[in-house]
Every structure is written in structure tokens, then in C-alpha cells.
């Protein structure tokens, strides 16, 4: 797939932004032209004079399904949220409603820079081939759960298979391993996991300490801060990715930065659900990868990436009372490069030659986006997701928008239809 970007501003490695042009070769970014000499004899494609070109957004935590469950449960706490809201309809959901909600989601995803997605849900294999239709990178996974009544049965088996034999033809998928927390697993179903993934070595895909509840009963029942447990059981022998870490300890931290397990920040759902702020700059400190997420549509409720970013910026200012944590420079690697990194996609996440071309573009059409005197802190503080005009996978354009129409690589009245059955089925509307 070969593209060429002309007079485009682009965020560089390095924390430096430059307008130059970018061509890509069968997916991968060949040359990145800048100084007058080079691009004097650029080849000529499509003009982005005043747009910024970014790397590809990743999304590191997500349940794109649950666009399914915008809104529902609003104002309650995890714990009711979850049982008396959530999980009595996702009890309900088939193949289909999955397969519905995810392509739903990766859309919104598209549609808002996000090249790659980290997205943990029931009916995975559903999930999964209905991200794959969509163009979209993504790590998948089945979510390991273990209830003490023994339930669901087959679940550990699942959950190696899922991994053992999943393919991607277009090897824009991959698998990872998956629990949905410490606390709707057992000791056991924990181990075994760890012992299976020593065939695959893969990373861990995972929910922790999201609440200070959470956090408390996880140290009564084990004597030990879920990461610590996690780690001891041997599920982070191959890093990982933990959603959330809202009340993770200093040695929690030192202990993921051992074992190459990122923290995924969620400032919009741990707001919504009232659960706390991620020490993330601590965090970071102590040698953590930090990488952001929406988490699902139901708790944030939109999968506006942009919006995390603003966030991640404003709170951790106002709750250090220190206006200089997090440049914008910083919070843009979060969103790309740093979840790049968490999803082990090193092959993504900067503009950079030999990188795969995921880039998401920012048209400067608009009001808030004026003047541009600051494109690093112009994409923090001022864009969403809306602002997007391109979303750029390997080198193909899988998004668009004009002043005419906007259209997305995937058939949308069948989505549309799709989507709507569910919400009838489910009785959500």
C-alpha cells in the first residue's frame, strides 16, 4: 500500500513537531521528508496543509462492546454498577449483540484516530472477527473468570485455547492472556493460567485495584496488593497490562517496572465511578511504562481518546497542584508510543522510518483548533476525537471525513441495522 502525505505538521519522536511529508511503502513509512532540498522532489499525493498528522492513537483498555450499554447504570458504584446494572444484561448478549457492539465501537474508535485497541470482552471469538473486519489493530483476549461456586464451567480451557489457536490472517490481531481481576478469580484458576502460558508467553490483560475496596479485600484474603498476588502466582512473568491501578502502592509500581507490566490510565471511568485518581506520575517515576484508555462506553461513556488525554493532563496539575507534570509531549507518547509499547507493538506508536503507517490526522478546519502555536499542546488541550479527518492502518485510509460526508472502511448501514437489533433484543431502548 503505498500513500503519499504532502505539507503536513507532523509530531516527531524526539517531542519535536515538523511540517514536512511522509511517503509510505506496502504499509510502512519509507521516507519522512522535511528540510526544502528533500521536498523539492517529494512525490506529490494528498495536500494536508494545515492538519497535524500524529501517530496512530492506541487504546490500551477497552470493552468496545459495551457501546451496547452506553449510559446504562449511570451514577452507581462499581460494585452496583456492575451487579445490578451490567451484568444482568451482558448476561443476555449472543454472538451477535457482541459482534454488533464491537463493530459499533470500532467505528467510534476510527472515527477518533485510534489505530489500535486492547479490548477485553464475553463471546470473544465473535469480538474478535468482528474487529478484524474493521481494519483495526487490536489485542484480544477471553477474560478468565472463576467464581466460587466453580463457575463457568470449561472457562480455564477456554482461555488457553483462545490463545493457543488463535490467527489472524491480516496479522493486525494478536492474543493475549486475560483475567478479568483478582477478584472474580481464585488462586487456582490463576496458577494454572500462568503454568499454561509458559507455552505462549504472552502478556497479561488485566484489571487492577480499581477500587480501594478492591484493593483492601484483595490484602485480607491473600495478605498481599493484587499486584503482588499477581506476580506471585506467575501471571506477570510476561508483563502485562493492568487497567486502572487507582490505589497501587510504591511497591506495586516497583514491582510492575520489573516485570515490564504497564499501567493503562482511565481518568473518565474512575471519575464516573467515583473510584480515584491513578498516581500515574509516580508511577512513571518509578520506571512504569503509562499508557491510557476510555475503558468501556458504559462508564466513560464515549471512546473519545482526546478527551483522556485533556484529562490525564488537568487532573494530575490539579491534584499535585504543579502546572508543569505532564507536558502535552508526554501525554501524546502515552496515548501512542507508551501504548505501543504495552500492547508489545513496537513495530507502531511514532512517525518513524520502517514503522507501520498508523497515523491519525487532525484537520486545523475548526475554531478551537486556531492559531496553532503549539501542535503538542493544540492536540491535549483544544482537539477531540470529532476533529479527526483521517485514520491511516498500514497504510490504507480507513476513515475519512469531508465537509460533504464522513465514511468509515465498513459497511455502515449493516452496522447500523445490526446495532439496532441488539439494543431491541437486549430492551435496552
Known amino acids: 500500500m503505498n500513500l503519499v502525505l504532502n505539507n503536513c505538521l507532523m509530531i516527531l519522536p524526539g517531542r519535536k513537531s515538523a511540517v514536512g511529508d511522509i511517503v509510505v511503502t506496502n504499509g510502512k513509512i519509507d ?3 522535511i528540510s526544502p532540498e528533500e521536498r523539492a522532489s517529494s512525490p506529490r499525493g494528498i495536500d494536508l496543509s494545515g492538519a497535524i498528522v500524529m501517530p496512530g492513537i492506541v487504546d490500551a483498555h477497552c470493552h468496545a462492546p459495551m457501546t451496547l450499554l452506553r449510559g446504562v447504570g449511570g451514577g452507581l458504584p462499581l ?10 444484561i451482558e448476561a443476555r448478549m449472543t ?3 457482541v459482534a454488533a457492539g464491537m463493530t459499533w465501537g470500532a467505528m467510534e474508535l476510527l472515527a477518533g484516530g485510534v489505530t489500535c485497541v486492547a479490548d477485553m ?11 478484524a473486519e474493521t481494519g483495526i489493530k487490536a489485542n484480544v483476549c477471553r477474560p478468565g473468570l472463576a467464581f466460587s461456586d466453580g463457575t463457568p464451567k470449561g472457562r480455564l480451557e477456554e482461555c488457553i485455547d483462545f490463545v493457543r489457536n488463535f490467527s489472524d490472517p491480516n496479522n493486525r490481531l494478536v492474543a493475549d492472556i486475560c483475567i478479568h481481576s483478582e477478584y472474580l478469580t ?3 484458576f490463576c496458577r494454572a493460567l500462568a503454568e499454561a502460558n509458559r507455552e505462549f508467553t504472552r502478556p497479561l490483560n488485566v484489571h487492577v485495584s480499581e477500587t480501594k475496596r478492591e484493593h483492601e479485600e484483595c490484602i485480607a484474603r491473600h495478605g498481599k496488593t493484587p499486584i503482588a498476588y499477581l506476580a506471585e502466582t506467575g501471571l506477570l512473568d510476561y508483563g502485562g497490562y493492568a487497567a486502572h491501578c487507582v490505589w497501587c502502592t510504591d511497591d506495586d509500581f516497583k514491582i510492575m517496572a520489573d516485570r515490564n507490566v504497564s499501567l493503562v490510565h482511565n481518568p473518565s471511568s474512575n471519575m464516573k465511578l467515583a473510584s480515584g485518581f491513578a498516581r500515574v506520575c509516580r508511577a512513571a517515576e518509578l520506571g512504569v511504562n503509562v499508557a ?9 461513556d464515549n471512546l473519545d481518546m482526546f478527551e483522556e488525554m485533556h484529562l490525564t493532563s488537568l487532573i494530575h496539575k490539579g491534584v499535585l497542584l504543579d502546572p508543569t507534570v505532564l507536558s502535552p509531549w508526554e501525554v501524546i507518547e502515552m496515548a501512542t508510543v ?10 507502531t506508536g511514532e512517525i518513524a522510518v520502517g514503522k507501520a503507517a498508523d497515523l491519525c490526522v487532525v484537520a486545523l478546519d475548526k475554531p478551537h483548533l486556531n492559531p496553532c502555536v503549539d501542535a503538542a499542546n493544540l492536540i491535549v488541550h483544544s482537539a477531540h476525537a470529532s476533529d479527526v479527518a483521517m485514520t491511516i492502518v498500514d497504510g490504507r485510509i ?16 449493516r452496522a447500523e441495522f445490526d446495532f439496532e437489533m441488539s439494543l431491541r433484543r437486549l430492551k435496552i431502548k
Do not use: C, M
Open 79 to 88: 460494585k452496583r454498577w456492575l451487579e445490578e446494572a451490567i451484568f444482568p
Open 398 to 413: 480507513v476513515y475519512e471525513r469531508s465537509p460533504e460526508q464522513s465514511w468509515i472502511d465498513i459497511n455502515h448501514e
Open 121 to 131: 470482552y464475553e463471546h470473544s471469538l465473535a469480538g474478535a472477527a468482528a474487529l
Open 95 to 97: 454472538d451477535e449483540d
Open 292 to 300: 491510557l484508555g476510555t475503558d468501556g462506553p458504559a462508564s466513560n
Open 338 to 347: 507508551n501504548g505501543a509499547k504495552a500492547l508489545g507493538r513496537y513495530d
Open 186 to 188: 481464585n488462586e487456582k
Open 31 to 33: 521516507k519522512i521528508l
